[in-house]
């Protein structure tokens, strides 16, 4: 008679909960009974958005100290174990992606999510993966070592692992509620997770004038500055100024998590000193000190326009008290150039908030790594396991979110296949 006990039921759909039931079926699992359940109508709609629907699934430069966790060093052993060369191997010769590089940066050779998520989803159809949509989980209980998971619908599965994969809270469009805390409750305490917040997200202002920059982007630095003046972050890149009244961009979004803590833990006088051009005052001053013997008798935002976005030459001065489109070069003193200078390179944006779940790109907190394994197993229960972004890991962009959703699923599935 055949048995009603999977033996592995993946709670989830993403990018970690598919991995993992991919690696399962061949790799190690042949032939066993596998199930994902996953509450959305389709697998993968976290996956289909990533790298704005280009999907930047890796990065050849996978750093552990571009995370946050609360074990660095199991960290640095996981993805040691199971890195972007491995990902890699298992997409192009498996999984039948071809990649490409961009920079550090891994994409699919398509530039289409679509892609990896069809490529994902057509193996588990290959290979015997039932999935149950449409199917939130609710609740786990075990009993003499299997586990019994029930939906909202009261459906019930019956498993001999289970792989809980069901994300952060970032995006709940695409399923991700946060719910890990939840069905394990019966299971696990409390104090085995880490609240999740944002991550990856923006930061608002209310500096007078901001709003009217919503679209200008530049390349430059952000250092966020607590109330004794010392560097909390920092970090290089693009900056775009959003229509809330703040600021993103890639640089903004990786250090907006060291932000989202102090400002949860009540710090205040948070300021992000941006360098809006890439350049040190020196250099800047330099380029318009040449530009005002050159262009003496332009208004500054004509003269300076080879150099910097219109935009930004508006805002800084106005915040000097001079009004760019009526003075001219030859009008700016040498004191005035270096006081442009210094403000151009090290503006000081006082920070009062952040995007919340709906612009997050990734969450920080869940179940907390020290917790788990080698094999993302609890310690103290096993047969449960966590990948993805439902365990206490979250890094900077670039494709290191995605790493971790691979390596934590091939690490459990490595760990499943040892108990069979
Ligand atoms: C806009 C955007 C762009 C991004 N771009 C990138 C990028 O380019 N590179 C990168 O590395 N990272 C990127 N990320 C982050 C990346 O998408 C996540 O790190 C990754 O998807 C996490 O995978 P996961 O499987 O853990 O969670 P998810 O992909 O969120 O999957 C969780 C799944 O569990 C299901 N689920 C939840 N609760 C239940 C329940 N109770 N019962 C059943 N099913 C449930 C959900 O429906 C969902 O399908 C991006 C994120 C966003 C939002």
Redesign the pocket.
């Known amino acids: 008679m055949k048995s009603n006990v999977y033996e592995c039921v993946i709670?989830?759909?993403?990018?970690?909960?598919m991995f993992c039931a991919s690696k399962l079926a061949k790799s190690f699992y042949h032939g066993k009974k596998i199930m994902i359940?996953?509450?959305?109508p389709r697998?993968?709609?976290?996956?289909a958005?990533?790298?704005?629907g280009?999907?930047?699934?890796?990065n050849s430069d996978i750093d552990p100290a571009k995370y946050n966790t609360d074990d660095p060093d199991k960290l640095a052993a996981c993805l040691e174990r199971y890195g972007e060369t491995d990902t890699c191997d298992f997409f192009e010769n498996i999984l039948g992606v071809v990649l490409e590089q961009k920079g550090s940066l891994i994409y699919p050779s398509t530039y289409k999510s679509s892609t990896v998520v069809d490529a994902l989803r057509f193996y588990l159809a290959d290979n015997n993966v039932e999935t149950a949509l449409k199917?939130?989980?609710?609740s786990v209980t075990e009993s003499n070592h299997i586990f019994e998971i029930k939906?909202e619908s009261n459906k019930k599965f019956l498993a001999k692992n289970i792989v809980i994969?069901?994300?952060?809270i970032?995006?709940p469009s695409?399923?991700?509620?946060g719910?890990a805390a939840g069905?394990l409750e019966d299971l696990v305490d409390d104090s085995y997770f880490v609240p999740f917040k944002p991550a990856l997200t923006s930061l608002t202002s209310d500096i007078s004038g901001i709003k009217g920059l919503a679209g200008i982007r530049c390349r430059g630095e952000v250092k966020i500055i607590d109330h004794k003046g010392e560097v909390k972050a920092k970090s290089e890149g693009e900056i775009l100024f959003t229509k809330e009244g703040g600021i993103s961009g890639i640089c903004v979004m990786d250090v907006s998590d060291v932000v989202v803590r102090m400002l949860d833990n009540g710090e205040e006088d948070i300021k992000a000193v941006l360098n809006l051009t890439g350049k040190s005052a020196g250099e800047i001053f330099q380029m318009i000190y040449i530009r005002r013997q050159m262009y003496a008798h332009r208004t500054c935002a004509d003269a300076l326009s080879g150099m910097l976005l219109r935009g930004i030459t508006d805002f800084v001065m106005k915040k000097m008290g001079l009004k760019c489109d009526k003075m001219t070069l030859r009008e700016l003193n040498d004191q005035q150039i270096a006081e442009l200078s210094n403000l151009l390179c090290a503006f000081p944006v006082p920070v009062k908030g952040y995007g919340d779940v709906d612009k997050?790109?990734?969450s920080s907190g869940g179940f907390k790594l020290l917790r788990l394994d080698d094999s993302m197993q609890v310690k103290d229960l096993p047969g449960l396991y966590i990948?993805?972004?439902?365990v206490n890991v979250n890094?900077i962009?670039?494709?290191?979110?995605?790493?971790?959703?691979w390596t934590s699923a091939a690490l459990a599935a490595e760990g499943i296949s040892r108990n069979v």
């Open positions: 709670i989830g759909g993403g990018a970690a909960g359940i996953e509450s959305g697998v993968g709609r976290k996956l958005l990533t790298g704005s280009r999907c930047n699934l890796s199917e939130r989980v609710k939906t994969a069901t994300g952060g970032t995006y695409t399923g991700a509620n719910d069905i997050a790109q990734v990948i993805g972004e439902s890094g962009c670039g494709g290191y979110n995605l790493q971790w959703a």
